[in-house]
């Protein structure tokens, strides 16, 4: 049973501060590996995706992997009130025709 | 581009009855489709994967002669919840994807809400 786990939170942080959202997962096989932001009644929105160790970034956000240690996160810079959503993390064991294991989210509140 | 459309987003139904979700890829090829499943306050569950013109394969715990499945084209997947009930009252939404590679990005849909009375 492959599993993905993250702080389901609320996690609160300051507007302005770094956000760091925490994720990991069983299957040692997994390949790609992917942050989402879902805000309510809506459908995932990919945020980043990373597939060999080490830090990916895109702008405000910053992803890391290790996959030794089977741990994924998300920093998020700059912290807007916008940026406020549900952060799922998702990982693929193989290629893009498999399907996406997600974790149950981690809710993030930035605090004007 | 990458644009994944979902119709409808939204859809009452009586019990027994039962309700068609369609899921196209506008503006590429899906080489595989996928349909995934949200309940309140929960993750997205992947309910099974479908490549064109083959079976679906469901994951485990998933029934398929419930949940049917047909992929037959390139840009065009539907899902029909059979003889639904209110358990089945969810939150539906299908990605696609171009290719089966591992960088090959699932493009997700915008979802179709399912409410059965």
């Known amino acids: 049973q492959k599993e993905v786990e993250q702080n389901s939170g609320p996690l609160s942080v300051p507007e302005g501060a770094i956000a760091s959202l925490n994720c990991t997962y069983s299957d040692r096989g997994s390949q790609s590996f992917f942050w989402y932001r879902q805000y309510s009644g809506k459908s995932p929105e990919l945020i980043m995706s990373?597939?060999?160790?080490g830090d990916k970034e895109d702008g405000r956000f910053t992803a890391q992997l290790n996959k030794a240690s089977q741990y994924v996160s998300l920093l998020i810079r700059d912290s807007q009130p916008s940026d406020s959503a549900t952060y799922l993390c998702?990982?693929?064991?193989?290629?893009?025709?498999?399907?996406?294991?997600f974790g149950k989210g981690t809710h993030l509140i930035i605090q004007p | 581009g990458a644009v994944v459309s979902q119709h409808p987003s939204w859809v009452i139904c009586k019990s027994g009855t039962s309700v068609k979700i369609e899921c196209r890829s506008l503006?590429?090829?899906?080489?595989?489709m996928f349909w995934y499943r949200q309940f309140p306050k929960q993750s997205l569950m992947l309910m099974a994967t479908s490549n064109e013109g083959s079976k679906a394969t469901y994951e485990q715990g998933v029934e398929k002669d419930k949940f049917l499945i047909n992929h037959a084209s390139l840009t065009l997947s539907t899902l029909t919840v059979t003889s639904a009930h209110p358990e089945d009252s969810s939150f539906y939404i299908c990605?696609?994807?171009?290719?089966?590679?591992?960088?090959?990005?699932?493009?997700f849909g915008p979802g179709t809400r399912l409410t059965v009375l």
């Open positions: 503006d590429f090829q899906a080489t595989t």
């Open positions: 990605s696609a994807s171009s290719g089966a590679a591992a960088t090959d990005t699932q493009y």
């Open positions: 990373i597939y060999s160790n």
């Open positions: 998702a990982v693929e064991e193989g290629g893009g025709a498999d399907g996406l294991t």
